[in-house]
């Protein structure tokens, strides 16, 4: 949407030409510059725009190139600023806008916008959404919607910029946009359906939708069409109708031609629907790999993409090769530089046991911890992962504390910082867990909310539970940051009354999304006393249920003996047995001993027969 918006300001630079004779107009500029002309700098001016009117910002470049002495004039910073920010010439746009950044903080001091502000700001929030910058093109947008008095740009496309990328920010920005919902723009519906569908309210990004879709068709722009039933799609795989969803993709599939871009995502979102397990016996990586074109895709320009589809189509192959134990090359992510050392220091990463890959990995963090490696931060998390998956959290406890201990400069301490605190509430350290806290509250500054404001939160609600001092010293500069956060409000100034009531309760939980929790490894509450589950290998005995067994003449109305509890000796009706002592050599034996000893008085045995031949 903000390149229609953008071509529009520079179309009004002065060049009178049809699109056909773009070309035209260019070379005939370019052999007035040659040829020695009196306005130089205009006709390199009109020729640029010429360029980039049909889209060639390579040969745009050329021409700056060439002409550089003539192009360091303020009146070609935006067309080198559109250029750069096409061809995603990160180093060489943020060079040109630092000679015109001053000029820009002047005029935003004074709050005003003016005709020759208004389009460099317009190409610097594109380039922050293209660098994944979110925050900083949410604030453009809104500070150019709030100055749009006099209608300089279309009040629609400055509404649907500004919701793009609400998708990627908190829940909080939502409030903060000027620009109504117009329901007659499938733009924006688009973006609105986007929106929401990060946000978890699925329903409603389906019905915005299915409502864009029809009017896409009834406007018959087929490449937006495609783009909301790939969207559609997606929703509709969130929502868990996986049938209808490969349906979806497989028709748009037909409709899409080969050298669109949106081939990539759609083959991608098709092979998600399958099991890949590597537990699975259908899974061929090397051929699903073969099927995605990968190294097509590996080697395509990030421009073709947005921030957000780049890196995840590139995790996506970096994973499919990891585990059809293909090379995988270190590159600038933390990811690729992880999975590089991973796929090295394992053989084979599915045959290979978690327990003998835990213990790799272990000590190869520990080597890099005591060499202060930056790039230590991705092998960690990956240890402890397998760590934990060998039901060794003690160790990854331990290579956690040897990271915070001895990366202090660590710009990711954060994160293991965040690790730290989970593993220790998992195992109920609670001495460790007050320590790490008291260790991160000494060294509290508000100023670095602002830049972690997701971490201090889960501090603060860790803090409640002991330190309340410090709890309140993290809410109210969560506060200031964002003010429009209802859950840090309500914690600052509960209702007057003592107790919870239970609206209060249901809007605490009410954005709580359950499934996600629970898919991201948070285990539910359940009840203490709970029946144990029967193991797969073991086979539990069936107890016979029956009538009880009663003595026999049971009697149901006699009294029960009152001394059944006591032993028989102990009873009074305890008579013990007369024992005759043992009948030693030469003592006195009584008359019924010397009886038994008399053979004569014993029964004769009948004599048995011998068994012999017959």
Known sequence: MAGKDLKSLIERLNLSSSKDEHSQVAAAYLELVANGCDDVCGALEKCVTALIKQDRYEQAM??????????????????????????????????????????????????????????????????????GRYSDMFRTYKYLAAHNEEEADDGMELACNERVPLAF????????????????????????????????????????????LELARAEEVEDDVHTIQLQLAYVTQLLGRKKESRKLLTDLQKQVSAVSPLVSIIKTNLKSLDDLSRYSE?????????????????????????????????????????????????????????LAQYSKLVDNVCLESYTVQAKTLFDHVLSLIAKKDENAVGVLVLAVQLQLKAKNIGRAILLCEKYWENMAA???????????????????????????????????????????????KFIGFQLLENQLGSARDVFAALAEVRPADSLVAKVLNPADQHELSEDMITD?????????????????????????KASAGKVSKKRRTGKPKLPKAFDPEKQPDPERWLPLRDRSSYRPKKRHGKQTQGGVVDKRAESNLDITKQKKKPKQKKAGHR
């Open 410 to 456: 660590e710009s990711h301490k954060e994160l293991v910082s965040s690790l730290l605190v989970h593993l220790y509430k998992q195992t109920r350290r609670k001495r460790s867990l007050l320590r790490h806290l008291a260790e991160i509250t000494e060294s509290f500054d508000p100023v670095n909310v602002r830049q972690s404001y997701d971490y201090w």
């Open 508 to 532: 605490l939980v009410r954005d709580i999304d359950v499934e996600a929790l629970i898919a991201n490894g948070v285990d539910p509450l359940e009840a203490s006393c709970r029946i144990p």
């Open 62 to 131: 050329e021409v700056f190139a060439e002409y550089a002495d003539v192009c360091k004039e303020g009146r070609f910073a935006l067309l080198k600023l559109y250029t750069f920010y096409k061809l995603g010439q990160s180093a060489a746009f943020e060079t040109e806008w630092a000679q015109v950044a001053e000029k820009v903080e002047a005029s935003l001091a004074q709050d005003t916008v003016t005709a020759e502000l208004r389009p460099l700001l317009h190409v610097r929030a594109q380039f922050d959404y293209k660098m």
């Open 169 to 212: 920010l908190p829940a909080e920005a939502v409030a903060e946009v000027s620009g109504k919902l117009v329901e007659d723009s499938y733009d924006m519906l688009l973006n609105e359906s986007m929106v929401c569908s990060s946000k978890g309210q699925l329903e409603q990004a389906e019905s915005l939708l299915k409502r864009a």
């Open 282 to 338: 259908n899974s061929n990586l090397p051929l699903v790999l073969r099927e995605l074109d990968a190294e097509r895709l590996a080697s395509s320009s990030s421009k073709t993409y947005s921030h957000d589809q780049w890196l995840r189509l590139q995790a996506n192959l970096l994973f499919m090769r990891l585990f059809s134990n293909t090379i995988i090359r270190s590159k600038s992510t933390i990811l690729s530089r992880t």
